[in-house]
């Protein structure tokens, strides 16, 4: 699954690394999130998180919003070009999965959208919203 994930973000943007792409879905699904929830999120220290997001700015996929009534926190978002970039690659690991999948049986498929599920629970990951229309 991880050499999925890794073709389909390097076939959209060869300068976003895994974990990163971890933190733009992270983002896109949670909305703006300040930096420490995206740290405590990924399971990264603070700074590790920080540095992350700092590539991020710099590669325009994330930028800071500063609040209106507390110029001291910041949410972190996804630019336009950051969902379009989550977007494609979601797209693109579909579209492998669902050719990887083909040759099972309707049993064999039905299993795997239960364990998926089981699974990305367990590991307290934001699922896909439907297994099933992925396979």
């Not at 983002?27 to 700092?54: I, K, W």
């Not at 492998?96 to 239960?114: I, K, Q, Y």
Request: some cysteine; aromatic content about 2%; overall charge neutral.
């Amino acid at each position: 699954m991880v050499a999925v994930a890794a073709r389909s973000v390097a076939a959209v943007d060869d300068d976003v690394t895994l974990p990163q792409y971890r933190a733009l879905v992270v983002l896109a699904q949670r909305g703006g999130l300040r930096p420490a929830d995206l740290a405590d999120l990924l399971a990264v220290n603070r700074s590790t998180a920080s540095r992350m997001c700092e590539r991020l700015v710099g590669k325009g996929l994330v930028e800071r919003d500063r609040s209106d009534t507390d110029r001291r926190e910041v949410a972190l978002t996804l630019t336009e070009r950051g969902r379009v970039l989550v977007d494609d690659v979601t797209r693109r690991r579909r579209a492998e999965l669902r050719t990887l999948v083909t040759a099972m049986s309707a049993d064999t498929r039905d299993g795997l959208v239960t364990a998926l599920r089981a699974f990305a629970d367990a590991a307290g990951e934001p699922g896909e919203p439907d297994w099933a229309v992925v396979l």
